[in-house]
């Protein structure tokens, strides 16, 4: 046991992973000469709105066949198959109802067709296609701007029913360290190359790499200049900063921004990938061991675009508000009595928090689904004491199963042929953290529902309605083999190989996951809580994520705002990493910044860490350090109004919360700005990411701005500000324009700030206007939506008066809008140019109101469910 744990946890070596030269299809397509496909327009077919194409790849002498079809939202799918039948079934990404809504797929919009002797044009809408017809390309156009082409540099794959005696290189084995491949199906690699118009644009996206929000070049003057960027989920175990390698999820899709726009590719496809960046040319190529070419581009601005793609791949749910609070964890908690000390000292410094989660070792040896007989024992007695400060308990549990005769778990399994198989079709059976484990095949239907059946109280014994559950090691991660996953030739239900589907793997974890969280409890009220290692597109509608085993450096400090922005523009606004860094221990300036960063920047906020690595739970600092960290993490709970409104615009919306400045900023400034990040539309965040004390220097974008707790105004719009060092407070600013709820009262956690009085902060812009919104429901339910149990209310200020109005209709005879209380009862107003003599609320009453240092205070007892206005007199 003590050998092979030791095995895993070496440090990351970038050999023991491959390179583009160890993925035959990769280096066999990667550079390629020009194919120089052609299409026969006299074949073409519109009909029902879905355009076909018949294709020629002159270079395999194979036909294929173009499906495009437009939709709303301001998106095209297409996708290229082969024309004739295959000896093996592709893999059909697009599909997945998990992964892309079948609904809107079924309902394409209505095409118009014009054709010359060279090009086919297709219009829907504002979206245009136009194909050449030879050779074949296809450019997409907004408005009759071009957007991108698509092939176009001449050089698509689509490998199928080649020939052995005519392809020899293309059948051979490509073994790895141990590994020894295995290659059924033949080749069947597909790869395409798009060229984005725009002269100004930039990429993003393709997460997960620990890379800069904007991509860098790994190709130029069709020279490589480093590996290609990855796409394979894998145990990327103590990685490295600034890396193009594979992470532990996998979202193959790119986005092109410019000022004020994007344009997209959603590559549909989970099996590995390798995409080149030509920043200079401006385009990108996929190559993809197999599946097919499925592709949606999107255009718009980058509203437009992403919440496209959110409708496209699922908006996430609205999650619990404890979620959005701050959890502490650490690689282990060994028994319940240490779990209750943490609890006490963290409120002992009046450090709010909403859960401590518990590691392998709650385990009975390692085994999912129960608890150590001896050192969690009282583990439900824990949780209800925990629940009395609405607090959670969040348990692991990982997709591998010991091996082993008494294990009910295990052998309902293995009973049911629920594991993953060789590639001799027996149960596939490896080394993981119990030892010889199987790993349950969650694309199997019976096997995915009975792993949710696993949720349920009658078999998670001593799981409490206020534990929620933790997904690792899903990619998934095997100990001992080539790249810690499983070989490529395992055998997954339906009998696809796991080249075919790998990336998807944790993705129907998750899936499966959510499930039965929330059908553990028959009523189905409660919102479930997961949080996944690995992901791929769509996960978002089921899990949070983490950026997995990062490292306690200043580096990964900076490369984690970078992660958690591109996850965010990428359709996966619930995202962290681990406060401190998992390996090593960081110094107290390290950590201390880490904490603000987490508290300001993450929309998951998490501190965790490796057993070895010294504890880290804020009341270990001293001084400035300790008051720091609480200051910070004060400030995330007296914000959670704008965090849980952001949750609720997201889940309407897909937006990220967390976003880049150049989401918000058309301005050549904020393109590549990756230290300073905006939460929604309102606050712009500029955290200290040096160990040097020294001043900040920042990009103010063309905004009327604020510092956050003065309100008092920065004279900067368009130019860089001077921040000065400072150890306690992270540097915040609110934008002028914008109204701003916060929560003021300190308490224990985030669902005891529900019924606490609100402050609203209103912020002017240069016209003397500003406004802004806020939700509120129970912060636990599905009520809101089941009978309108919510507050989703409209702030409007316009100089003379300040109103509330409602958005979404409330329930009024729900218990939760009849109970709830909580009122207005401080409203500061920055800058107004004349103060009125006189501010009278909607019964003609005076509001009794200061004025000092630039700052109007009215005080007031306004309900936060109603509707009313003040009345501002000069």
């Known amino acids: 046991m003590f050998s092979f744990f030791i095995t895993f946890l070496v440090a990351y070596n970038q050999t023991n992973y491959r390179q583009c030269k160890d993925s035959p299809f990769c280096a066999r397509n990667r550079f390629v000469e020009g194919q120089n496909w052609e299409s026969d327009p006299s074949q073409s077919q519109l009909s029902n709105s879905v355009f076909t194409l018949p294709l020629v790849d002159p270079t395999y002498n194979k036909k294929l066949s173009l499906r495009l079809t437009f939709h709303e939202n301001n998106f095209i799918h297409f996708k290229i198959s082969p024309a004739e039948s295959e000896s093996f079934e592709r893999f059909d990404c697009s599909s997945e109802p998990s992964v892309v809504n079948q609904t809107i797929l ?84 597909v790869a395409m190359t798009f060229l984005f118009h725009d002269e100004e644009l930039k990429f993003a996206g393709l997460p997960s790499h620990s890379l800069s929000t904007a991509l860098p070049s790994t190709v130029l003057d069709d020279k490589a200049v480093s590996e290609p960027l990855r796409l394979f989920n894998n145990d990327a175990n103590e990685f490295e900063a600034n890396s193009v390698a594979a992470l532990y999820g996998s979202i193959p899709y790119l986005v092109g921004y410019s000022n004020g726009a994007s344009t997209s590719v959603f590559w549909c496809n989970p099996s590995e990938t390798w995409v080149d960046i030509d920043n200079e040319k401006r385009t990108a190529r996929f190559v993809s061991e197999t599946g097919y070419i499925d592709c949606f581009v999107f255009s718009g601005t980058h509203s437009e675009v992403t919440q496209s793609y959110a409708a496209l791949t699922g908006r996430p749910p609205l999650p619990q508000i404890f979620s959005l609070g701050f959890h502490q964890s650490r690689w282990s908690y060994m028994n319940t009595k240490e779990v209750r000390l943490v609890q006490k000292h963290l409120d002992i410094n009046m450090i709010p928090h909403d859960s401590i989660w518990l590691d392998i070792d709650h385990t009975d040896n390692k085994k999912y689904f129960t608890f150590d007989p001896k050192n969690f024992k009282d583990v439900r007695k824990l949780a209800k004491d925990l629940a009395k400060n609405n607090r959670y308990l969040v348990a692991i549990v990982d997709p591998h199963l010991k091996v082993e005769r008494d294990y009910q778990v295990y052998y309902e399994a293995k009973d049911g042929s629920y594991f993953i198989k060789g590639k001799n079709k027996r149960d596939y059976i490896a080394k993981s953290w119990p030892g010889r ?266 905004a009327r701005w604020y510092e956050y707790r003065t309100l008092s105004e920065v004279g900067k719009s368009g130019e860089l500000l001077t921040i000065r060092f400072d150890r306690i407070n992270v540097p915040v600013f609110v934008r002028g324009g914008k109204i701003v709820c916060t929560k003021p009262k300190v308490r224990k956690s985030a669902i005891a700030t529900i019924n606490d009085p609100f402050s609203m902060i209103v912020a002017l812009d240069n016209e003397q206007k500003a406004s802004g919104v806020v939700y509120v429901d129970d912060g636990h339910t599905y009520n809101y939506t089941a009978n309108g149990a919510k507050i989703f209310r409209s702030f409007h200020f316009d100089g003379t008066k300040l109103t509330s109005r409602e958005i979404e209709q409330s329930n009024h005879d729900s218990d939760f809008i009849k109970d709830y209380s909580a009122q207005i009862d401080l409203i500061q107003i920055a800058c107004l140019e004349k103060i009125p003599s006189v501010v009278k609320n909607q019964n003609g009453d005076e509001v009794e109101m200061t004025n000092a240092d630039g700052v109007l205070q009215l005080f007031v007892s306004l309900g936060m469910k109603d509707d009313w206005e003040l009345t501002f007199e000069y």
């Not at 540099?153 to 295995?182: G, W």
């Not at 696993?454 to 001992?480: C, K, L, Q």
């Not at 040096?690 to 974008?701: C, I, K």
């Open 437 to 702: 484990s199987g790993f349950v095949d969650f694309l199997n239907p019976e096997a995915s529902e009975w792993w949710a059946n696993n949720y349920g109280y009658n078999t998670h014994r001593s799981a409490s309605p206020n534990m929620f559950i933790w997904n690792d090691m899903n990619e998934p991660a095997v100990m001992n083999e080539p790249e810690s996953t499983c070989p490529r030739d395992c055998i997954h239900f339906n009998g696809f190989e796991n080249r075919d589907v790998h990336n998807i793997y944790g993705h129907m974890m998750s899936r499966s996951s959510f499930e039965g969280v929330l059908k553990r409890n028959p009523d189905q009220e409660e919102r479930p809580f997961v949080l996944t290692r690995s992901y791929f597109a769509g996960t978002q509608k089921y899990a949070f994520m983490w950026t997995g085993d990062n490292t306690a450096d200043w580096d990964h400090l900076r490369n984690s705002i970078s992660m958690t922005l591109t996850l965010g523009i990428s359709g996966f606004p619930y995202s962290g990493s681990d406060v401190g860094g998992f390996f090593n221990s960081p110094d107290h300036d390290l950590l201390l910044r880490w904490y603000q960063v987490g508290a300001y920047c993450y929309p998951f906020f998490r501190t965790h860490c490796h057993h070895k690595s010294d504890h880290r739970e804020p009341y270990v600092l001293k001084g400035d350090y300790l008051n720091g960290v609480k200051a910070a993490i004060q400030e995330r709970y007296q914000l959670l109004p704008l965090w849980y409104t952001q949750a609720y615009l997201t889940s309407l919306t897909g937006e990220p919360i967390v976003r880049p400045l150049w989401y918000e900023f058309a301005e050549t400034e904020a393109s590549e700005i990756e230290n300073q990040v905006m939460i929604g539309d309102s606050l712009l965040i500029i955290p200290f990411l040096s160990q040097e004390e020294e001043d900040l220097q920042a990009y103010m974008p063309r």
């Open 106 to 189: 079924e309902h394409p919009n209505e095409v118009q067709q014009n054709q010359n002797d060279t090009h086919i044009q297709l219009t829907s809408g504002k979206m245009s296609a136009v194909i050449q017809i030879k050779p074949f390309t296809l450019t997409i156009l907004e408005n009759d701007v071009q957007k991108v082409t698509v092939n176009s540099d001449l050089k698509s794959i689509f490998e199928s029913n080649l020939n052995e005696n005519d392809h020899p290189n293309h059948f051979a084995k490509a073994n790895f360290q141990k590994y020894k491949e295995t290659l059924k199906n033949g080749p069947a690699s």
